[in-house]
């Protein structure tokens, strides 16, 4: 295991739309610098009862990950 973390969606700033899925480290390293407009935004997936089991994933909570290597 290389790290383990939360499902993320990156959302682009201007038009709000999901285009990818990562699993974010649940301590990640944050740089602070200069912020632009048109950056990306990472929003949690959260599950959602009837898509999933409620009874295994909990309505409303966040999903978690892990990434591997080899």
Do not use: W
């Amino acid at each position: 295991m290389e790290y383990a973390g939360y499902l993320v969606a990156t959302r682009n700033h201007d038009l709000h739309k999901r285009s990818n899925y990562i699993c974010l480290d649940e301590a990640p390293e944050v740089a602070v610098g200069e912020t632009a407009q048109d950056q990306a935004l990472f929003v949690p997936v959260e599950v959602h009862c009837g898509s999933l089991s409620c009874s295994v994933y909990p309505n409303g909570r966040e999903l978690t990950c892990i990434v591997c290597s080899k």
